[in-house]
């Protein structure tokens, strides 16, 4: 298929959310294409791409539902050539897809096609990748399935936490946006299909998700610890009975493998934590957060955390923030 080259500058409509999405709208209102319409989430995470397009003097819709029959009415009197989509919550149907001629893109912060769905950043640093994708990627009916258009990827380090990646995607987002929408205005790109590729799913992060099992191994604990750092609830057990959220810790692949207790602190490391046993070696606890207090720990050898899972997600001392987040998005339609 010859896609053609669209020699004027494209009429765009920017649906989205948070920092990503304010910062592409207004990269891309500085270059030669026109932003006709900003789209913001019925329940926005903040103001940020709403105070963004009203300062550019672009019209800012919040429909309760983008499917309605009304709002895609008053899409279409936008005319816009090309949809773009930035940390959006909802799927866009048909309707809405055909309201753009050159189509809708999505803008998905996994390595498509694996980290299809929700919260895929928490999920790519959980399950120890070195790399994480940003992907821009046409819609179609299914979740993270269509062609894709650009792809480029960000390397994870092994001590890297969530908001260190999420600020890295963050940066790397607009630029993506830019070069995406000037790809297409361009004509002639090859896509990728991977529609029919296996591919990975997440489903999004719950309450509950935060609380660490000291019966698995060094390597999944020490990246669960950084997968839902901040902004992220943090990762949770028990000490006596009191929710202990653990910010920092670490795990070196060297260290020695043996069987004793799990989630007992066997050793204290002065000025940086102490060494609590996993299932296979010892974690290196580093920062916890105990009754609004934080630090390094310097519990006695000895002391036990966790206890029964099943207790422990029972146990509401304080409220809980749903676990892993995203912006998203891409985005979070991401």
């Known amino acids: 298929m010859v896609r053609p080259r669209v020699a004027r500058p494209l009429r765009l409509v920017l649906f989205g959310d948070g920092t990503w999405a304010a910062d592409s709208l207004v990269r891309l209102a500085a270059g030669r294409h026109c932003i006709v319409g900003v789209i913001v989430r019925s329940h926005p995470t903040d103001r940020m791409l709403c105070e963004a397009g009203r300062a550019l003097g672009v019209p800012v819709v919040q429909p309760q539902d983008v499917n309605d029959p009304t709002f895609v009415d008053s899409l279409r009197a936008f005319a816009p050539d090309l949809g773009l989509s930035i940390a959006y919550d909802r799927i866009l149907h048909r309707p809405v897809r055909d309201t753009a001629p050159l189509g809708f893109l999505n803008f998905h912060a996994g390595n498509l096609p694996y980290y299809r769905g929700r919260n895929v950043i928490n999920w790519a640093i959980i399950n120890g990748e070195p790399e994480i994708g940003v992907t821009a990627h046409f819609v179609d009916e299914g979740i993270d399935t269509g062609d894709i258009l650009l792809q480029r990827t960000l390397p994870l380090g092994w001590t890297d936490t ?173």
């Open 162 to 334: 969530y908001g260190e990646v999420l600020a890295r995607v963050v940066a790397a987002i607009p630029p993506l946006v830019e070069e995406s929408v000037e790809r297409v205005a361009q004509g002639g790109y090859v896509v990728q299909r991977q529609a029919d590729l296996p591919g990975t799913y997440f489903a999004g992060r719950e309450w509950g998700d935060e609380w660490l099992d000291w019966s698995d191994t060094s390597f999944n604990l020490h990246n669960k610890v950084r997968g839902i750092s901040r902004p992220a609830p943090g990762a949770r057990t028990l000490r006596n009975g009191e929710t202990v959220v653990i910010w920092r810790a670490y795990y070196d692949r060297t260290w020695p493998k043996y069987i004793a207790t799990p989630g007992q602190v066997v050793w204290r490391v002065p000025g940086e934590g102490v060494l609590v046993k996993t299932g296979d070696s010892t974690l290196l606890v580093q920062e916890v957060e105990i009754g609004g207090r934080v630090g390094a720990p310097r519990w006695k050898v000895g002391t036990r955390l966790g206890g029964n899972l099943g207790a422990a997600h029972r146990w509401r001392a304080e409220p809980s923030p749903r676990g892993g987040v995203v912006p998203e998005g891409s985005a979070e339609h991401a």
